[in-house]
T-cell receptor, first 114, second 115 residues
Framework: SQTIHQWPATLVQPVGSPLSLECTVEGTSNPNLYWYRQAAGRGLQLLFYSVGIGQISSEVPQNLSASRPQDRQFILSSKKLLLSDSGFYLC?????????????FGPGTRLLVL | AQSVTQLGSHVSVSEGALVLLRCNYSSSVPPYLFWYVQYPNQGLQLLLKYTSAATLVKGINGFEAEFKKSETSFHLTKPSAHMSDAAEYFCAVSDLYSSASKIIFGSGTRLSIRP
């Protein structure tokens, strides 16, 4: 069966510091991968998605970037965090073929920028 | 373009009462529709999905949803609410024709259960 991991679970960072959040998927190959942000009391905002290694599409211009160095690894980064980067970050995957319409989510990372 | 509207950002019901969470969608192509549930400080869990088979879809935890094309609705129901059902619920539609099967989420409905 497939599983998706995110770490860290919680992170407190000062403004201006760098960020690296990691997401890995097990039990599948060539998944589509997604990063979402959920601000307090609000819905989900798609930040980035990737259909393959090195292929990143950005949905919203912002202070963040994403990379996919390996097939089942997706990284969210920032060089200098802003207060507005605080939120709950969710990684998700979907299959490349059958069942590709369904996304499955990781446990999330709670980021607080102070 | 596809979109999803969830009616009511907060719904409160008594334990044992009917749960009804409303969702309307807009899509120019046959949609795939989903309901996800999110418990506090957790990721989203798939409750059920409609993929053009039976219009009445049964999911986990006793939930079900009915696809009504004429009303462009996909409302979520549960006959008898349990305290453990308290969570945030998201309706979503899949844009399968995009390059990466993106999902469009509604703004969510917070379900509270009164003892």
């Amino acid at each position: 069966s497939q599983t998706i991991h995110q770490w860290p679970a919680t992170l407190v960072q000062p403004v201006g510091s760098p960020l690296s959040l990691e997401c890995t998927v097990e039990g599948t190959s060539n998944p589509n991968l997604y990063w979402y942000r959920q601000a307090a009391g609000r819905g989900l905002q798609l930040l980035f998605y990737s259909v393959g290694i090195g292929q990143i599409s950005s949905e919203v211009p912002q202070n963040l970037s994403a990379s996919r160095p390996q097939d089942r690894q997706f990284i969210l980064s920032s060089k200098k965090l802003l207060l507005s980067d605080s939120g709950f970050y969710l990684c998700a995957w979907s299959g490349p073929r059958a069942g590709a319409e369904t996304q499955y989510f990781g446990p999330g990372t709670r980021l607080l920028v102070l | 373009a596809q979109s999803v509207t969830q009616l009511g950002s907060h719904v409160s019901v008594s334990e044992g009462a009917l749960v009804l969470l409303r969702c309307n969608y807009s899509s120019s192509v046959p949609p795939y529709l989903f309901w996800y549930v999110q418990y506090p400080n957790q990721g989203l869990q798939l409750l059920l999905k409609y993929t053009s088979a039976a219009t009445l879809v049964k999911g986990i935890n006793g939930f079900e949803a009915e696809f009504k094309k004429s009303e462009t609705s996909f409302h979520l129901t549960k006959p008898s609410a349990h305290m453990s059902d308290a969570a945030e619920y998201f309706c979503a539609v899949s844009d399968l024709y995009s390059s990466a099967s993106k999902i469009i989420f509604g703004s969510g409905t917070r379900l509270s259960i009164r003892p």
